[in-house]
């Protein structure tokens, strides 16, 4: 009886479309929640960069930029939809504009892997806005990419463990 249950329990599995939805049998084991599909955080791009850095999203995430910082400097990589390659954009330096205790400021950050006109990374030495991203400080970033402009966020998630601003390689 119980091996015929198990047959029934897999017939309906195997009959059931592709969705994320659980499946279950009244007659099964009610702990047993079978899950089709991919996770639900496996879709979409990962929590940080290539690099680690945090992930800033360009357009519906049509593309994303990966912030690292560390004491001395700032870098800002240009990355794909999937945040998971570089992409070159026509572009000799990205400018951010950031709020750190009431006070905004423009800060240029230079292509530093340009070839061509055209660069991934842009990054700036300055010890006062790499301490300003460690203090959490707020802004936006604008560039163009292939003729559209788009706007990034820049914000701080302290919430989450593992976050680490230090020892990230700008190389």
Not at 97 to 114: C, G, I, R, Y
Not at 140 to 157: E, F, N, R
């Amino acid at each position: 009886m119980k091996f015929a249950r198990n047959l029934a329990v897999l017939a309906c599995l195997f009959t059931v479309g592709c969705g994320a939805k659980p499946v279950t049998d009244s007659g099964a084991d009610p702990d047993m929640v079978v899950m089709e599909g991919a996770p639900p955080d496996s879709l979409g791009h990962p929590e940080h960069g290539p690099n680690g850095g945090e992930l800033i999203e360009l357009g519906k995430e049509a593309f994303h930029l990966e912030m690292l910082h560390d004491d001395q400097s700032v870098t800002l990589n240009v990355l794909n939809g999937a945040a998971s390659e570089m992409v070159a954009i026509d572009a000799a330096e990205l400018s951010v504009s950031l709020k750190h205790d009431d006070e905004v400021k423009t800060f240029a950050l230079p292509a530093s892997n340009s070839t061509d006109g055209k660069a991934s990374s842009f990054t700036i030495t300055s010890t006062e806005m790499a301490g300003w991203m460690k203090e959490g400080a707020e802004g936006a970033v604008t560039l163009q990419i292939d003729g559209k402009s788009y706007t990034g966020k820049i914000s701080h998630d302290h919430g989450h463990e593992g976050h680490d601003h230090e020892g990230h390689d700008h190389d």
